[in-house]
């Protein structure tokens, strides 16, 4: 069996589980054995009927009775059963699972974990884990719960991997050198653990191997990154004309905020020197990113290079054409677009082009790139800037984010840049008033949204996420939520955006938008991080709960960038306490870092970015709050590369990165 083997091919998954398990994006055995459960149930509690008590988390082994199905009055399926094992009798009870009779017969010994609950008066498990061998997979153990999808559940991939994991784990070899290793247990020790743990001291051990590789692998990846750029050829250091800048400056349409001038100034360091720049720019949404990358392509246009500019999708690239071209044209520089759908470009006579990333195509031609800029850098890895890099000799490279990226993650992160931030936002911006709607109020909340689009404000609905990716069901459900608004606003004229529209059609709809012939927008979350419409001012965020903490920041920045007074309502469908005190923070926080370091509080590394990234740096078991994890891991990068940088001594590690190295290459 090769661990590589795509799953479709696979004989007992067949096409229709594969499909499902892509949208986990698991395509292999070896992606299969990967997925690891983000918890566990505590079935190791083997218990007697007569001894167990409400509330409590058991297994139970005994003889079925009876079992039968109950239909309800609407249209609802139970499947009762009795169970007995010799001590007392107990009640088992599931929903929609009528099939069930079919695999269950009474006189059949089965296994049962659940918690203990109460149907009526009587003692029953509801919906509880089943099975019939005494092999002890989905009852009687620690087990495992996964990430599911619809169709794909905990118990079908618990089936899967047992049957793969013990032939899987034969291939894995140790790729960590010794003196790194240490007392961490091996991978393939590891790898067994966190699926199938004897006890809780298990999953720890496996824990602590398996985060440790996350985090010391991109370690490497980056400082290495670091370490052969800083040995690239030395370039000639760029002139800067103070007096051509400071009239650029000056004639922009606002005055620079302190923190601009900051970046500028650094920016300026960096392309005076001898080594390329290798800048990451962060900042809020709305702070002004994309005018200092407008700055830095003319000094790169006045020392007679070109410039690249990479937008995350097409919609983006169109408007930072628009908005460079109306800067720039001005003064004589040539601004040409590439994406998949247009080539508008002279190539070697444009001074700066836009795109997508299919800049990166090699049909592209531009022979002096001096400068290559990145906008929400985060979609893209260590290996895509290289070869970017590839594209001129050795450019200046600026990538730039509106993720509010803690400083522990951006040193794990992305530790081959230096950091510039801008940390304030234009000063006539005013705070983006923010409400976590109850159920009850949203009628209420319409009418407040009807009355400002009367006055001639424009807004945005996000629909709720309901895929980790932009698939079928979230673009299902913004088409209903769409459909369910145009009744409650009918004299309004609405607009639907999602992921899955010709890029065509994106642009039609946000010109409509752009010029208020549409005024509610309904889109999907992971349309447009960084669209820029100062008429709208109300963004409605349904589903909150999907979030993170500054995801939702994030989606509430495309409001508020006018001079008027803007709205975020959010709403939720499952508040529970702890859930609305989560969401109410925002009500009263208005610091990205802040939410994000909450975010990595409240819910680990895992809601930091955009939901539309994955990757290498998705990091499944490492937390980004754990700082001692991310010091050694650092400092074991450290030791392994001042050993060899080439890593010729380890191949089974240059391996190990090579392959993650190309998982981040775009498709
Ligand atoms: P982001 O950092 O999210 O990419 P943008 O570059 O899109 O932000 O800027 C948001 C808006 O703020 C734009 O309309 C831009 O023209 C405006 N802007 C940028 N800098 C300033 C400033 N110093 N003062 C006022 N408005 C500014
Ligand atoms: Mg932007």
Redesign the pocket.
Known sequence: MDVKTPLYKIFGIGSIYAKRLERLEIFTIEDLIYHFPFRYDDYSKVSKIAQTSLGEKVTLSGEVWQIKNVYTRFGKVLTRAILNDGSAVLELIWFNQPYLTKSISSGDTLHVAGKVGKFGSKLSLVAPDWEKWDRSLHTGRLVPVYPETAGLSSKWLRNQISKFLPQALEKVEEFLPDQIKNSMISESEALNKIHFPQNWDDIKKAKIRLGFDELFLIQLATQRARFLWSKKTLIKPWKIDEGKLNSFIHS??????NS?QKVIKEIMADLKNTSPMNRLLQ??????????ATITMYLSYLNGFQSLFMAPTEILAWQHYD?VKKLLEPLGIKVGIYTGSKKRVQGTVDNVIIGTHALLSDKLAIPDVGLVII?EQHRFGVEQRTLLRSKGAAPHFLT?T?TPIPRTVALTLYGDLDLSI?DEL???RIKVKTFLVPELKRRDSYKFISTKVMEGDQVYIITPLIELSETQASVKAAKVEFERLQKIFPKLNLGLLHGRMKAKEKEKVLEEFRNNAIQILVATSVVEV?M?I?NATIMVIEGAEKFGLAQLHQLR?RVG?GKKQSYCLLYTSEASNEESRRLKYLETTFDGLKLAELDLKIRGSGTIFSTAQHGRFDLRIARLSDIEAIEKAKQSATQILRIDPSLDKYPLLKARLDELAKEVMPD
Do not use: H, N, Y
Not at 283 to 292: F, I, P, R
């Open positions: 922009l349409p606002f005055k620079l905020t601009q900042g809020e949404v709305g702070s002004g990113k994309t005018v200092m908005t906008d730039m509106a801008i234009p000063s006539e960084g820029d100062p920045g960038r």
